[in-house]
């Protein structure tokens, strides 16, 4: 191609010169005129190219080594500029990268977007997970847009065998379960239909966590027999360890093999159903036949499914749960450090094009169009962009997997949080993108001022973007505002949140799950035995002040809601109120600490044969019996439709659901039932899910372990677990909001520095460009401090619009809040009283520095330079 | 004494290569020297600006080169019309045509209307 134009040229001149010559000119001359009449053959061959279009690639490596270069010379503003968008980019591709992980990325099973959840839902409970045995059958045989459905529900129970008691966590799953999430198991198989049934021989499938720990990941382990609850199982595959039922499970066992009452009711919901669609059916086609299987439910067995609708959802969306909206919120918060970030950088690169115009203007003159200016700031910002953008990648390299475990409770599917192409590539996109922001504005800005520039003074130039400057100290502002406002209103959430009554006494208080060993556990009796057995022991035991056992323990999951009606009639099912019911032994009251109201608390004499009484709280008292007094009148549960129960006090309100939640939640009445007066049929079951509550007269932490070891029962087989002080769980009940709050603090400190920084950077700038005029106010008389009120004060004017413009955005943030953040209340005044000031403060510091130094400035000097 | 040069248009210089092209093939300098010729000396087209508009017309694939030999033996980059370039060259030449003549109206018209 270049040969090609070199020739064409070449060909040209000979031409013209021979023609030349012969009309009479001296050969050298003829040469001189010949080249004089094509202009310079360099110039003519790049106007060539350009106009062929194929130079872009060259000129796009040109413009990238002169980037380069003028950065070098100036490391201070790259490092400046590259950090400050490290920072930024950082947080957000962190932020990126864990919404990658939970939201976007398809769960671990094959075709995972088929896999399905089902709920069921009632006008009024709402949307439940949980679905009956015989229910979930009726849906996997006669529904035809599912291909396959699996059930599975929480198990668990002590393993003894082989190795030492422990208690292991379980799901009970049915036979098609592995099958219809696609996951091939690591060894042996899965469970066939006929092991799926009542009687048949015990098998299990290990968790691939308690195969490595107990069994050393060895192969031989299947086959081999392992002992839980004093029933032995054999071994007959091992689960891989991604599969995730809510959480991790060590043991499966066959959901059909189960002989409990529950199974067999049609009103009993505790099992959760998935399934996986046909191959070209939509979730939409099998929600529609899905409500109508549910209608034909509901016309057969009214009792149970009267008013039950079906719904459908994405297995993904079970998964995730509730912290979309978390995530989405903090990727908007940390959006706007990054856009700060952006426009201090902008700045800095307007200022610096400013500077450098003399430079730019000998570009234009040696034949540069204003494209090509434009396309060289762009380049330049962007190797800024990029390089703060790797930066930032490196930042989340090291800091994501700190962040994950810092985050509240668990984070669901954390394992998926990693770094991969999509994060890489929204690095990218995001470096590019601010590249483009911040570039923009110098790049069409300076070269059009250019020929003005190269007439007039600078003055001229910098009044021009002095505008422009100031809209970026407004937009810094602003930003800055809205994240520190949004700090404020959670940190006063957090607050009022924190000096909630609970209702009960937190401190010095243990609770633990008891798993009594397997022996005692299939006969009331010994069950009974057992219990007060583990009483009598921990009662004595030294530093303790007094023990009680309970089925559901305050602000820990686990609840058992049962309806409750005051008057004889039975009120329809949807009006029933409910209420939550624990089931407590009498020293409850003293373990907890909870106020008395009226009336008595459970005591010894209510055992079984005596009359059964319970104990409501203050809400339960005053929707059922408003202003009289309940004590002496009956109440009747559901279960027990026949026999009302006797009410014999009337206790404080305990906040349940968690400081936070309490308020809000649908079903806040209590009653307490006597432990002792169970009927021997329930004995079993609520066994297996008790826990004892502990006070101590010295730190909790220190009695866990011995009286683990004092607890350990006769067999050595009771076991301890999920063990908690209720002030941690109290604690845990507000993580989300004083994670929240961490982190935009956090957010909202870095953006207050940056902005300061911008602030700062601007008015060192303007105040510089204004030496001559502030020279002049003093040389005719304007004291020092005439001159730092008046660069002040036009900081001030800046930074006052600023606020302005923020609050708008604090209040829409703070909204937003309110809608996300249990708890959270809208921005008021007194957070703003707060934090505005803050902010003012911090900005007219910045402003300081330049001012000083402006009203420094030596008059006749800096006249003498102009 | 030569006539004084008159600066081209914006945009005609595209018109004339395409008409002195479709005449036949020929190569650059011989475009730069025929335009001269038949204008008789009003239009020279400074050489620089000639070359770009013939790759700026065989890039828009206007024109089609090759290279051929002279009568000189040298070889040379000839151009040739395409048929898109006959159909641009028609279309701008009308167009031009129509612009002439409403011009040469309204300059009559100055005149005092008689023409």
């Known amino acids: 191609m270049e040969e090609q134009l070199e020739k064409e040229l070449r060909f040209h001149l000979d031409q013209h010169v021979n023609e030349l010559i012969a009309r009479g000119d001296a050969p050298d001359l003829a040469q001189r005129n010949a080249r004089l009449a094509l202009g310079g053959p360099e110039q003519v061959k790049e106007n060539c190219r350009d106009a062929r279009g194929t130079r872009w690639l060259e000129d796009l490596f040109q413009d990238f080594r002169y980037a380069l270069r003028t950065l070098r010379q100036r490391p201070g503003f790259a490092a400046v500029a590259i950090l400050t968008l490290a920072l930024g980019s950082g947080a957000t591709t962190i932020m990126f990268t864990v919404i990658n992980g939970v939201l976007l990325k398809p769960l671990a099973y094959p075709e995972a977007d088929q896999l399905v959840t089902l709920h069921g839902k009632t006008e009024k409970y709402g949307e439940q997970w949980g679905f009956s045995y015989p229910e979930f059958h009726d849906y996997q045989s006669t529904s035809r847009t599912l291909r396959s459905v699996a059930a599975w529900t929480y198990g668990g129970g002590t393993v003894t065998k082989p190795g030492e008691a422990e208690y292991l966590f379980g799901r009970h799953i049915s036979s098609g379960l592995f099958a219809v999430l696609g996951v091939p198991l690591v060894a042996g198989r899965a469970f066939l239909p006929q092991e799926d049934q009542p009687g048949a021989a015990p098998v299990a499938v290990l968790g691939y966590g308690l195969w490595q720990r107990r069994f050393g990941g060895s192969p031989e382990t299947i086959g081999q027999q392992i002992v839980v609850d004093g029933k032995p199982y054999t071994i007959v595959g091992i689960a891989p360890a991604e599969l995730r039922l809510d959480g991790e499970a060590d043991i499966y066992t066959p959901l059909g093999q189960s002989t409990e009452p529950r199974m067999q009711n049609r009103g009993a919901f505790f099992i959760h159903v998935l399934g996986r669609l046909q191959p070209n059916v939509t979730l939409a086609q099998a929600q529609t036949e899905l409500s109508v299987i549910a209608r034909q439910l509901a016309t057969q067995y009214p009792e149970d499914n009267q008013g039950r609708d079906m719904l459908a959802h994405p297995l993904s969306q079970e998964v995730v749960g509730d912290v979309r909206p978390t995530l989405w919120l903090l990727l908007g918060a940390v959006s706007l450090v990054l856009l700060i970030a952006c426009v201090n950088v902008a700045s800095l690169l307007l200022a610096r094009a400013v500077s450098r115009r003399r430079e730019l203007a000998m570009r234009v003159a040696l034949g540069a169009s204003r494209g090509r200016l434009v396309r060289q700031c762009l380049t330049e910002s962007s190797v800024l962009g990029i390089s703060g953008g790797a930066l930032g990648i490196l930042l989340t390299f090291v800091g994501i997997h700190p962040f994950v475990s810092l985050w509240p409770g668990s984070l669901p599917r954390a394992e998926d949080v990693q770094l991969d192409w999509r994060v890489l590539l929204f690095a990218l996109g995001v470096s590019l993108l601010s590249s483009f922001l911040f570039g923009l504005a110098p790049a069409l800005r300076a070269p059009r001022e250019l020929e003005r520039s190269l007439r007039g003074g600078a003055r001229s130039l910098v009044g021009n973007t002095r505008r422009l400057h100031s809209g970026f100290v407004v937009a810094e502002v602003a930003l800055a505002v809205v994240l520190l406002v949004s700090a404020g209103i959670l940190g006063r959430t957090l607050l009022r949140l924190s000096s909630l009554d609970p209702g009960f006494n937190t401190q010095k208080v243990l609770s633990a799950h008891v798993a009594l060993s397997p022996a005692v556990l299939h006969s009331p009796a010994k069950a009974r035995a057992a219990w007060e057995d583990i009483l009598d022991r921990a009662r004595r035991f030294p530093g303790v002040q007094s023990v009680a056992l309970a089925d559901v323990v305050p602000m820990r999951v686990g609840e058992a809601s049962v309806g409750y009606w005051a008057t004889p009639v039975q009120p329809p099912p949807d009006h029933t109120p409910l209420a939550l019911t624990s089931i407590v032994t009498p020293d409850y009251l003293s373990v907890m600490g909870i106020a008395l109201r009226r009336g008595r608390f459970l005591n010894e004499q209510d055992r079984i044969g005596h009359e059964i009484v319970v104990v409501i709280d203050d809400n339960l008292a005053q929707h059922a019996f408003a202003g009289s007094d309940p004590v002496g009148k009956p109440l009747w549960l559901q279960g027990m439709a026949s026999n009302p129960t006797k009410i014999v006090g009337v206790v404080a309100h305990v906040r349940h659901w968690g400081l936070a939640g309490d308020d809000q939640s649908r079903v806040r009445d209590q009653i307490y039932v006597s432990f002792c007066q169970l009927p021997d049929p329930l004995v079993p079951f609520l066994s297996s899910v008790m826990s004892i509550t502990v006070r101590t007269n010295i730190s909790p932490l220190n009695v866990v372990e011995p009286l683990r070891r004092e607890l350990r029962g006769p067999g050595g087989d009771q076991t301890l677990y999920d063990v908690h002080t209720m002030d941690d769980l109290a604690r845990a009940s507000l993580d989300r909001q004083r994670f929240l709050l961490w982190l935009f603090g956090i957010f909202a400190g870095l953006a207050l520095l940056l902005a300061c920084i911008g602030i700062y950077g601007v008015l060192t700038y303007l105040t510089n460009q204004r030496v001559p005029e502030i020279a002049l106010r003093m040389a005719l008389g304007a004291s020092t401090g005439n001159v730092m009120r008046l660069v002040l004060g036009q900081s001030f004017g800046t930074i006052v619009v600023g606020i302005g413009a923020g609050i708008f955005g604090a209040v829409a943030a703070g909204r937003l809040l309110q809608h996300l953040v249990y708890g959270t209340r809208h921005a008021d005044l007194s957070t703003l009283a707060i934090m505005i000031p803050i902010l003012l403060a911090a900005a007219l510091f910045a402003s300081l520095i330049p001012a000083r130094r402006a009203s420094q400035v030596d008059p006749i000097s800096a006249l003498r330079q102009e | ?115």
């Open chain 2, 1 to 115: 004494m030569a006539p004084p040069k008159t600066d081209l248009p914006q945009g005609t210089l595209d018109l004339l290569i395409l008409k002195v092209v479709a005449l036949g093939p020929v190569h650059g300098y011989a475009i730069a020297q025929r335009l001269e010729q038949v204008s008789r000396g009003v239009v020279q087209v400074p050489e620089g600006s000639l070359y770009p508009a013939l790759h700026r017309l065989e890039n828009r694939n206007l024109l089609a080169a090759d290279w051929k030999e002279t009568e000189t033996g040298r070889e040379a980059k000839f151009y040739r019309l395409t048929g898109k370039g006959r159909k641009q060259l028609s279309t701008e030449a009308a167009s031009w045509q129509r612009l002439i003549d409403a011009i040469a109206l309204i300059l009559g018209m100055a005149d005092g209307g008689a023409r």
